[in-house]
T-cell receptor, first 113, second 114 residues
Framework: DTEVTQTPKHLVMGMTNKKSLKCEQH?????MYWYKQKAKKPPELMFV???????INESVPSRFSPECPNSSLLNLHLHALQPEDSALYLC????????????FGPGTRLTVT | LAKTTQPISMDSYEGQEVNITCSHN???????ITWYQQFPSQGPRFIIQ???TKVTNEVASLFIPADRKSSTLSLPRVSLSDTAVYYC???????????????FGKGTHLIIQP
């Protein structure tokens, strides 16, 4: 199984809502990543988890809260988002010793109204 | 991280071979060169990775000269479905340093015409 799955595919939320994005992989990878991608721009790294511990936080606002409950799951909790946070949110995984061989999920298209 | 420079866009026709060159003058000794492909509204897909000389897989070839200051992704006999953005990344793989996020440049928008 070389697939990374993400749910939901689409999400519309108001600025006062709390929602969560979910990512799952069953490749045995112990590194997982969250990226944000705005239209016609390259993906931007948000968070890196290595062996279920947060290892990199790219100065992301606290309204984004990552969680890695186990080696297969990665969540991104969203609270009090702004319209400018609307984007495609991508999850990826890799073996931690081969960080440049990342497998990406299809993404969650988030719209903040 | 070594900075990379790629053409912003390229055009070609079905059945042609397409070569996309990436410049990375400040590549470090431990750095590998990796290429990703991304279709609209999808996650990037790992295509190929190499350290020196030539690497080939079922999708593409990667040519790296001896000085490693540039690399060329070669896509043989392209089709319309190869229209996508292609990203060149340079960084330390297999260094034992643990997980590291990818820093994507602007990429090359390849457009294949019939």
């Amino acid at each position: 199984d070389t697939e990374v799955t993400q749910t939901p595919k689409h999400l519309v939320m108001g600025m006062t809502n709390k929602k969560s994005l979910k990512c799952e992989q069953h490749m045995g990878h112990r590194a997982m990543y969250w990226y944000k991608q705005k239209a016609k721009k390259p993906p931007e790294l948000m968070f890196v988890y290595s062996y279920e511990k947060l290892s990199i936080n790219e100065s992301v606002p606290s309204r984004f809260s990552p969680e890695c409950p186990n080696s297969s799951l990665l969540n991104l909790h969203l609270h009090a988002l702004q319209p400018e946070d609307s984007a495609l949110y991508l999850c990826a995984s890799s073996p931690p010793w081969a960080p440049y061989e990342q497998y990406f999920g299809p993404g969650t298209r988030l719209t903040v109204t | 991280l070594a900075k990379t420079t790629q053409p912003i866009s390229m055009d070609s026709y079905e059945g042609q071979e397409v070569n996309i060159t990436c410049s990375h003058n400040n590549i470090a000794t431990n750095d590998y060169i990796t290429w990703y492909q991304q279709f609209p509204s999808q996650g990037p897909r790992f295509i190929i990775q190499g350290y020196k000389t030539k690497v080939t897989n079922e999708v593409a070839s990667l040519f790296i000269p001896a000085d490693r200051k540039s690399s060329t992704l070669s896509l043989p006999r392209v089709s319309l479905s190869d229209t996508a953005v292609y990203y060149c990344l340079v960084g330390g793989a297999y260094s034992g340093g643990g997980a590291d996020g990818l820093t994507f440049g602007k990429g090359t928008h390849l457009i294949i015409q019939p």
